[in-house]
């Protein structure tokens, strides 16, 4: 998957959805009935005005992993706004934001969507560890381990646009890291979830060769006699 950085104004950032999270702001006050309170974690007018309506209409609660898919936005250069629950607020964290980026990944892949973008919150989190929890979430909710399966649908997203503001060598870095965190993931659970008549000793050693070779690492590989000499092998 692609990733993208992008410090465009939301608004005019074209992709086909735009995903915000909304948050539930609501306080409890002793003795009165509450009243429900959300906020989009954006400080664009223009997404606040396109989500305006349906947040009003009480449709939009902010629980997590609520998902308001909203068609031909106002006044917005996507084709679609995907309002995505984050929980309560006070209880809202990095932790909280990459499982949010998965469940965005599997909602918009399974519609057939192959690209999309999200706003870094801007209130709640360091724009940082936003960027880093983001993408992160995104390539553990775009594995597919269904390799086998007669029936397997194609369905995966190819390119992430992350929208944040910030000191932009600073975020791409962040962005860069988190990228070779969520590939070394996947790369693992992919070794880990082949069947063993898949994934022999031999195999493993060649694909972790592989690997080692695409991304500039030594890896030396032993064999039962080196294994031996090295006492690898030994009870103690």
Request: overall charge positive; proline content about 3%.
């Given at each position: 998957?692609?990733?993208?950085?992008?410090?465009?104004?939301?608004?005019?950032?074209?992709?086909?959805?735009?995903?915000?999270?909304?948050?539930?702001?609501?306080?409890?006050?002793?003795?009165?009935?509450?009243?429900?309170?959300?906020?989009?974690?954006?400080?664009?007018?223009?997404?606040?005005?396109?989500?305006?309506?349906?947040?009003?209409?009480?449709?939009?609660?902010?629980?997590?992993?609520?998902?308001?898919?909203l068609h031909?936005?106002?006044?917005?250069?996507?084709?679609?706004?995907?309002?995505?629950?984050?929980?309560?607020?006070?209880?809202?964290?990095?932790?909280?934001?990459?499982?949010?980026?998965?469940?965005a990944v599997?909602?918009?892949?399974?519609?057939?969507?192959?690209?999309?973008?999200?706003?870094?919150?801007?209130?709640?989190?360091?724009?940082?560890?936003?960027?880093?929890?983001?993408?992160?979430?995104?390539?553990v909710g775009?594995?597919?381990?269904?390799?086998?399966?007669?029936?397997?649908?194609?369905?995966?997203?190819?390119?992430?646009?992350?929208?944040?503001?910030?000191?932009?060598?600073?975020?791409?870095?962040?962005?860069?890291?988190?990228?070779?965190?969520?590939?070394?993931?996947?790369?693992?659970?992919?070794?880990?979830?082949?069947?063993?008549?898949?994934?022999?000793?031999?195999?493993?050693?060649?694909?972790?060769?592989?690997?080692?070779?695409?991304?500039?690492?030594?890896?030396?590989?032993?064999?039962?006699?080196?294994?031996?000499?090295?006492?690898?092998?030994?009870?103690?």
């Amino acid at each position: 998957m692609k990733t993208n950085l992008s410090f465009s104004t939301p608004a005019e950032v074209e992709t086909e959805c735009l995903v915000a999270i909304v948050l539930d702001k609501t306080e409890k006050i002793r003795g009165e009935k509450d009243k429900l309170q959300v906020s989009i974690e954006t400080s664009d007018a223009t997404i606040q005005d396109a989500a305006a309506d349906v947040i009003a209409s009480g449709e939009v609660t902010g629980k997590i992993f609520e998902t308001t898919l909203l068609h031909h936005p106002a006044k917005l250069r996507a084709k679609r706004l995907l309002l995505l629950g984050g929980g309560k607020s006070k209880a809202f964290s990095a932790f909280e934001l990459r499982r949010l980026a998965g469940a965005a990944v599997r909602t918009l892949k399974s519609r057939g969507l192959r690209s999309f973008a999200i706003l870094a919150p801007e209130a709640e989190l360091k724009v940082e560890d936003a960027v880093k929890a983001i993408v992160e979430g995104a390539f553990v909710g775009n594995f597919d381990p269904d390799y086998y399966k007669s029936d397997r649908k194609d369905q995966k997203i190819d390119a992430l646009t992350v929208v944040a503001r910030g000191d932009q060598p600073k975020l791409q870095q962040t962005m860069d890291e988190a990228r070779i965190i969520g590939e070394a993931q996947n790369f693992t659970r992919d070794l880990v979830n082949e069947p063993s008549n898949r994934m022999t000793p031999t195999i493993l050693a060649d694909r972790a060769k592989k690997m080692a070779a695409e991304v500039g690492l030594k890896c030396e590989v032993y064999g039962a006699d080196k294994i031996k000499e090295l006492k690898m092998n030994h009870p103690r």
